[in-house]
């Protein structure tokens, strides 16, 4: 398809297990974002990606959090010792260009829902 | 620190009626806003979006309102189909920095 994937779209694991979740962003699309999104909570950002690079990282919460992006395209998200606090929607989304205005929209994938028991 | 907010959780219109969504935000460094729409077990959709230098954006039925001064931003939606009934969030960016800012959400129920 032609949109943002986010892949497992359900995920169920034990406290103190170590998790990844996978984002493809849209075809040429420079800038990634993923987002972490509580129940009754907007989005929240995590880390924003420019090519490989993580740009800014300033929204993960702790060093138990980490992403990878090797060659600008597909992301990954991973997840150290999770806790029952890290259960969410985690949300991915692309944009063309980083920069303000037109084609800087980001488009969304439809999540993963992480359940820490 | 919720920088953006969105007061009214709920929000219930009558088919063909206007929808008014509200959002108000605390950080007068945000200088673009967006609207997006969200259905259950989908992501977010971009919606509409405004730059800080305008006051109004419009796009079919969707129209944005921008009130710097009162730091408020507005959505309307006219006329409201049943299509339209989704979750709504309203979302901001500072001049530097790629973070958007989103606010927690409107329900939107248009009813037929």
Known sequence: ?117 | DQQVKQNSPSLSVQEGRISILNCDYTNSMFDYFLWYKKYPAEGPTFLISISSIKDKNEDGRFTVFLNKSAKHLSLHIVPSQPGDSAVYFCAAKKDTGNQFYFGTGTSLTVIP
């Open chain 1, 1 to 117: 398809g032609a949109g943002v994937s986010q892949t497992p779209s359900n995920k169920v694991t034990e406290k103190g297990k170590y998790v990844e979740l996978r984002c493809d962003p849209i075809s040429g699309h420079t800038a990634l974002y993923w987002y972490r999104q509580s129940l009754g909570q907007g989005p929240e950002f995590l880390i924003y990606f420019q090519g490989t690079g993580a740009a800014d990282d300033s929204g993960l919460p702790n060093d138990r959090f980490f992403a990878v992006r090797p060659e600008g395209s597909v992301s990954t998200l991973k997840i150290q010792r999770t806790e029952r606090g890290d259960s969410a929607v985690y949300l991915c989304a692309s944009s063309l260009t980083s920069s303000p205005g037109q084609g800087n929209e980001q488009f969304f994938g439809p999540g993963t829902r992480l359940t820490v028991l």
